[in-house]
């Protein structure tokens, strides 16, 4: 029988955690008692996401239940929205545009396991959302994914390659589907 991988030789390749193992805690018991919570309101949030590193721009929204790994590895543009139960698991750096909406229960993914190596080191890449992206409810977006300006991940779908300006994806994997057009205006595909 083939061998695979040996968790017991398991390698982070030199992985940082970017902060000390205090302020990691610190942020795990401030994340699930005050930004996670059911307790309604943004300002909290984003006060609170600043102080442990967030980059965070003017009138964005988060909602309950949000979760994020790092928030000093986090970047959010002006008018961002993010709903209810996102998880942004951001081992790697995430930025996401200005005017971008992250719908209710999407998963933000930076990381993964090189299952080609019997150590299943972990491998890490950033993800961009780029400004006027709409992430729908229950979504999935994979390690070193860009997102276009202005594209749409339609309900439910999964991106684990990049996804071109202004086109609308759906499904798992996501497929381009149409160009987005907003009213008054028409795109051609190209």
Not at 29 to 39: C, D, P, T
Not at 90 to 109: E, F, H, K, R
Request: hydrophobic share 45%; glycine share 14%; with cysteine.
């Amino acid at each position: 029988m083939q061998s695979f991988q040996s968790l017991s030789a398991y390698s982070s390749g030199g992985f940082s955690r970017g902060r000390s193992r205090l302020v990691e805690a610190a942020w795990l018991v401030v994340q699930w008692l005050l930004v996670a919570s059911w307790v309604p309101g943004t300002r909290h949030r984003t006060l609170l996401l600043r102080a442990f590193g967030a980059g965070i721009g003017a009138g964005v929204v988060l909602k309950s239940g949000l979760r994020v790994k790092f928030p000093w590895r986090l970047t959010i543009g002006d008018h961002a929205w993010l709903g209810e139960s996102v998880w942004i698991d951001n081992l790697a750096p995430v930025t996401i545009g200005s005017d971008c909406c992250i719908s209710q229960g999407a998963y933000i993914c930076t990381g993964s396991h090189d299952w080609s190596k019997r150590a299943f080191d972990l491998a890490t890449r950033p993800v961009r959302i780029g400004a006027g992206s709409w992430i729908a409810a229950g979504c999935i977006i994979g390690p070193g994914v860009r997102v276009g300006e202005g594209a749409v991940l339609g309900l439910g779908s999964v991106a684990t390659r990049d996804l071109a300006p202004g086109a609308v994806y759906r499904g798992n994997p996501a497929v381009r589907v149409s160009e987005r057009a907003m009213e008054g205006e028409r795109r051609r595909a190209g």
